[in-house]
């Protein structure tokens, strides 16, 4: 029996409609990133793609405080956070103040450090008594590379979300001077409804539904977020700590200390940093008294910034100078730098001139504790002077040395 046209132009019109209407129930069971709900017919599995991932991991799952950074804070397990930083710590209550994890080992006690660069802030009131009692609960949701756009789409939704006690965020120098691309995830921290299937409409997710294939590329792997990190790097770049010679075994090293000196309009690189860390960092701080924020500002290998040159430091500076005068009167901020310190004179803590051994960031975590190595207005100057003779002092002939044994 032959079909009539309209009966024709109407199957051909349902059967697609059908089998999209099949294809977004079977991506919205399959769910791999946790959009809309926890696994069904598995195990519990996290995608690495952090700007995707972080969206399930907050809507799904209890916690009250996070590590939002980039990779310079992927190797901060929420395991030692959940130790170190049990309770509110303005007030001192609650805090484990003898925790020290194993992997710390004796690294502080070997850092020669002045009384005077041992920071305190005493005039911020303390202000978190109330909430001294409840148990924080930390996960990792930190995104390598991320801007402070990238990651004021996740810092609001969470805000808005839950109620979150501490954000432990970074401070990258990249993230005064540019923008990231966003509208390949930042759909899914506006909208919660089913619109954001959309996620999954490319060939690779479609593939994998389809097959309900449970392969890590597919689904992502075990692990615990209340203790690990999804993205902890340390175990990949062991081999390029410890020494001149481990970091120089890195090609992409050698290179950089080719590179010429960084150009910078210092006036302009201010006025773009000033933009976009009043509006991706500190509106927001502002705007959730409630919540408490810890600045850190990552530790750079004195090597970097010579290869950088006195202007990118200058404008570098600057940058750190204007975050700290706009949180002098901010109650629920502390700002904590590490620079004047000697662990950035010696390259075997660094797998490239930027990204530091995991000691350190056990030490970001002992300073919150113990409100050590906090900037204000009081001492600001000096830790940047110091920082700065720490960097014009820096003796880079050892590597260039070790570079040339190895052409011979």
Known sequence: MKLSYKKFVILGILVPCVNLLLLILLLYIYDPLQVFHKPFFRETTFLS?????????????????VILGTSMLENTLPKDANEILAYNTYGGGGVNHNFIPKKLGNIESNLKRDSKNHHKDSNKTQNLDSNNSQKNLWVNLSMSGSSFNERAVVLKYLLKEKVINNVIYSLDWFGFSDEN??????????DDSIKNIRIYFNPHFITCALSWNLDFKCVGKKYDIYADSMNFWMNDYKKYFGSIKNYLQNPENIKELKKPKEKINIIESKKIGKKLVDKYVLNIMKNNPQTQFYLLIPTTSRLYYKLKGDVFLKSWQQNIRYVVSECENLQNVRIYGFDDLDYADNIANYKDSRHYNVNMNLMQLKAIANQTHILDSKNIESYLQTMQEKIKNYDISPLITEVNLLKQ
């Open 181 to 190: 691309v966003i509208d390949s995830f930042d759909f899914l921290y506006i």
């Open 49 to 65: 793609d952090m700007r995707v991932q972080n969206r399930g991991i907050i809507k799904n799952y209890d916690f009250n405080s």
